[in-house]
């Protein structure tokens, strides 16, 4: 059974930092591209960094060098530290196994104040 289990979100300044985490299991962690996409308020849901098993990534525009994403795959984990954080990264951020495209974790929401 897949199941991918994201946290870490929350409320947080414009310029702060958060490290959102997502604990994947039933698909096979380790071999897997991983990616984080969010969904803001009104907008489409869209990706904002992948990860190969071998640890190539690709970023969005909007948060290349601000975002980093890296895999514990030992620990079947995703992460996305995020920082520099603007009011216009407030989403709810979801991690999904792109070799599953109709399974997401409930999301973590994360909320910058400016």
């Known amino acids: 059974q897949v199941q991918l289990v994201e946290s870490g979100g929350g409320l947080v300044q414009d310029g702060g930092s958060l490290k959102l985490s997502c604990i994947a299991s039933?698909?096979?962690?380790?071999?897997?591209?991983m990616g984080w996409y969010r969904q803001a308020p009104g907008k489409e849901r869209e990706l904002v960094a992948t990860?190969?098993?071998?640890?190539?990534?690709i970023y969005a525009d909007s948060v290349k060098g601000r975002f980093t994403i890296s895999r514990d795959n030992a620990k079947d984990t995703l992460y996305l530290q995020m920082s520099s954080l603007k009011a216009e990264d407030t989403a709810v951020y979801y991690c999904?196994?792109?070799?599953?495209?109709?399974?997401w974790g409930q999301g973590t929401q994360v909320t910058v104040s400016s």
């Open positions: 990860i190969t098993r071998y640890g190539a990534t």
């Open positions: 039933g698909i096979g962690f380790s071999v897997r591209t």
């Open positions: 999904k196994c792109l070799s599953f495209p109709d399974y």
